[in-house]
């Protein structure tokens, strides 16, 4: 199993910045794919960013350039670097692992808050 711990989310204005952390209980080297996804209030989680364990990275078109994910494996650690935040970016932030074979299994982190307003 894989146990995520999500941090940084925060109140931040328009045009500002924040780093969302998000912890693995194990090596995330083993880990076939981390990702972040959100969840605005009143619409579906949707995927934010990925990246694989191979260091491939994918994002949504609505944060490209503005969003980086990166991974520190010797901390266990995927980062999401938050540039340019806009009021649409206001969600809950959740940290997704996909681990396991011969099917994975996809784990799930307890969210962090991020809010954009003036």
């Known amino acids: 199993q894989v146990q995520l711990v999500e941090s940084g989310g925060d109140l931040v204005q328009p045009g500002g910045s924040l780093r969302l952390s998000c912890q693995a209980s194990?090596?995330?080297?083993?880990?076939?794919?981390m990702g972040w996804y959100r969840q605005a209030p009143g619409k579906e989680r949707e995927l934010v960013a990925s990246?694989?364990?191979?260091?491939?990275?994918n994002y949504a078109d609505s944060v490209k350039g503005r969003f980086t994910i990166s991974r520190d494996n010797a901390k266990n650690t995927v980062y999401l670097q938050m540039n340019s935040l806009k009021p649409e970016d206001t969600a809950v932030y959740y940290c997704?692992?996909?681990?396991?074979?011969?099917?994975?299994?996809?784990?799930w982190g307890q969210g962090t808050q991020v809010t954009v307003s003036s």
């Open positions: 194990r090596n995330i080297f083993s880990i076939n794919v």
């Open positions: 997704k692992a996909l681990w396991g074979a011969p099917v994975p299994t996809a784990y």
């Open positions: 990246i694989s364990r191979g260091g491939s990275t």
